[in-house]
């Protein structure tokens, strides 16, 4: 939800601060724009549309600068325009200010402001924020450091902030409370970013921003960090930033999305790396080993998400339930927040995030900690905010994820959640050890599978034809696979634009049914499962109403396969596991249908990957 950049050394400014937009891209494409520091004056330049066309539009201008902030948006307030594009400057041109979350009280703000005679150029929350540091730093005399942390202890809402100033040329300052900002120190000299993509080429030596930090960078000298409330120093805490710039590339494949989904075989391995001792019969997750007993001990398990991570969550319900018998609740972060829920001490909330960085979800698991609950974290992104949140938590390892719709995220999500509840089931002595032994001996088989299932990407490609000009589209699955369904039809509708709705097969009667004619592709996850034969029935029910079926069935079977209009086999696994299959081809087929609509698969239109507003 919108990215920050900004670098101050003795470097060109301009090159590494488009290359960082670049590389965020992905959590916003609204709008982009930077204010580059030129002297004693501020160069801004900032227009509708992509970081392509900031650029495009920086070619033929005065781009000299060793300093500078860069931003690329997600409208949340005020339409995707030039004028309300951030960096926004304040009255007299002296200070620009680039912002990502969102300012709540900006209407009483902006009121006051305006009646002092303030002239607000944007529709934006974020002006309010440099009108008002403007206003503190003239009337109070004091540094604009202080002005800055004046004026945010009257702003609620969420912010990263980075701010620019004439008169101080080569000087950035940055805030945090609530969403991401980390800063990497080169060779006298600072780079910043929402995450570390824009910083990784340059240094990993790296401090991540806490909520309340004020934090002053300028070449030659010293980070300074202090506390927005009681302005006490802070000393900044240097960290290895875990990623590298080869992960970032494309690597050869036309979309990120198309590399992540053939990564998958690889971030599953990763993510049950040094985890699965087979000969030894442990399951160890190294960051939760600590709280395990209160997990087995747990009077219920709440797990909160949202997205992809929603859909990870309603597998490992399944997972929890059957081989650690113990009760599960799946709930969107976003409502669990606002419902006041009753949370005991006893209760464990399980929070996934591929970022680590949604609002919600951080939201929800703050409030699962002020009521006393254990909470536990599964987060792909090393050193978010939800890592630094939790009291414990496991990574999914499965590497930076660039295209906005979640794919190998997901499945090494749901493989973490396995590995966690085979190694609770073990310890609370609810899975007998023959059991344990197959579901470990599918597991490391999985990412054999997926491969398998990839070299179907030539069929399913041609299967992906029939569906360019369909409007709507069902998903059916039963059990483990009516996730599967959900995270199928979510895939196609973000990225193809056609609008899909996942359903439990059998409660297609009870409506959906009513929309099934020769026009509607059903697609119908029908792998061998215990409900099987119900999920046939379902078929008939749909064959019936002439309906187009595309199956994705066990290899081997013929029942289904002759039913289906088009059929994609898939090799067989234990039933638990085989979400982490099933979803692979619904993955490519939402892939390819995107590409034949002509859509930009890796960054949908009105999507972001990183959510980090409510
Ligand atoms: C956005 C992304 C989804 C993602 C969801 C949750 O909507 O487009 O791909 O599943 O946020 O994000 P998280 O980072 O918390 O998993």
Same mark, same amino acid.
């Given at each position: ?190 780079? @910043?970013? /929402?995450? !570390?993509?824009? %910083?990784?080429?340059? &240094? $990993? ?8 930090? +004020? #934090? ?65 019969? @442990?399951? /160890?997750? !190294?960051?939760? %080993?600590?709280?395990? &007993? $209160? ?8 797990? +909160? #998400? ?309």
């Amino acid at each position: 939800m919108c990215g920050i950049v900004a670098y101050t050394g003795s470097n060109e400014a301009y090159p590494i601060l488009i290359k960082g937009l670049k590389r965020l891209e992905y959590r916003g494409y609204d709008s982009a724009g930077v204010a580059l520091s030129q002297g004693n004056k501020i160069g801004l330049y900032k227009c509708r549309g992509r970081v392509a066309d900031l650029d495009l539009f920086c070619s033929d201008k005065d781009i000299k600068a060793c300093a500078g902030i860069a931003h690329t948006r997600w409208a949340t307030h005020g339409e995707p325009n030039t004028q309300n594009a951030h960096p926004h400057l304040s009255e007299d041109g002296k200070i620009a200010l680039i912002h990502n979350g969102i300012v709540e009280n900006y209407l009483v703000l902006k009121k006051e402001l305006m009646s002092r005679g303030y002239k607000f150029q944007s529709n934006t929350d974020t002006e309010v924020l440099v009108h008002l540091i403007q206003d503190i730093f003239v009337k109070e005399q004091v540094p604009l450091e202080e002005a800055v942390r004046i004026a945010l202890g009257g702003v609620v809402g969420t912010y990263a902030l980075a701010i620019l100033s004439a008169d101080n040329p080569g000087q950035i300052i940055l805030a945090k409370k609530g969403s991401p900002l980390l800063i990497g120190i080169g060779d006298n000299e600072y780079y @910043v970013g /929402s995450d !570390g993509a824009p %910083i990784v080429e340059y &240094t $990993k030596k790296v401090v991540y921003l806490e909520d309340g930090d +004020v #934090a002053v960078v300028a070449p030659q000298k010293k980070l300074v960090i202090r506390n927005i409330n009681d302005n006490a120093k802070k000393r900044p805490y240097w960290q290895k930033l875990e990623m590298n710039l080869e992960q970032l590339e494309k690597d050869g494949f036309e979309h990120y999305m198309l590399k992540e989904i053939f990564e998958q075989p690889k971030a599953i391995r990763d993510s049950m790396r040094g985890r699965l001792n087979v000969q030894k019969d @442990v399951v /160890s997750l !190294g960051g939760i %080993i600590e709280y395990e &007993t $209160k997990m087995m001990n747990a009077r219920r398990f709440i797990i +909160v #998400a949202c997205g992809t991570s929603y859909h990870a969550g309603l597998v490992a319900e399944y997972l929890f339930e059957n081989i650690a018998r113990i009760p599960v609740e799946v709930e969107y972060a976003s409502e669990f927040r606002y419902r006041n829920p009753l949370i005991y001490e006893d209760d464990v909330i399980i929070a996934i995030s591929q970022s680590g960085e949604t609002a919600d979800t951080i939201a929800a698991v703050e409030l699962a900690k002020r009521k006393g609950a254990t909470v536990i974290g599964i987060c792909n992104v090393v050193g978010s905010t939800l890592a630094r949140a939790t009291n414990a938590g496991s990574y999914t390892h499965a590497g930076p994820e660039i295209g906005v719709a979640s794919t190998k995220a997901f499945t090494a999500q749901v493989t973490v959640l396995t590995l966690m509840a085979l190694s609770i089931a073990r310890k609370k002595g609810t899975l007998a050890l023959s059991e344990y032994h197959q579901i470990i001996g599918c597991l490391e088989d999985i990412p054999e599978k997926v491969n398998e299932i990839l070299q179907l990407d030539d069929i399913i490609k041609d299967i992906s034809t029939h569906f360019v000009n369909k409007r709507n589209a069902i998903y059916l699955g039963r059990g483990v696979n009516y996730p599967v369904a959900l995270e199928g039809a979510l895939k196609l509708k973000e990225i193809s634009y056609i609008h899909a709705e996942g359903y439990p097969s059998a409660e297609m009667k009870h409506g959906p049914i009513a929309l099934i004619d020769e026009e509607m592709p059903v697609i119908v996850l029908a792998t061998e499962q215990e409900t099987y034969e119900k999920t046939v029935s379902n078929i008939q029910e749909v064959i019936a109403r002439k309906g187009r079926i595309i199956s994705i069935v066990t290899k081997g079977d013929t029942l289904v396969k002759e039913m289906s209009n088009y059929c994609i086999e898939i090799p067989a696994t234990t039933e638990l596991l085989t979400p982490l299959i099933s979803c692979i081809p619904l993955q490519l087929l939402a892939y390819h249908v995107a590409v034949l609509r002509g859509c930009n698969v890796d960054k949908p239109r009105n999507l972001a990957k990183s959510v980090s507003v409510e």
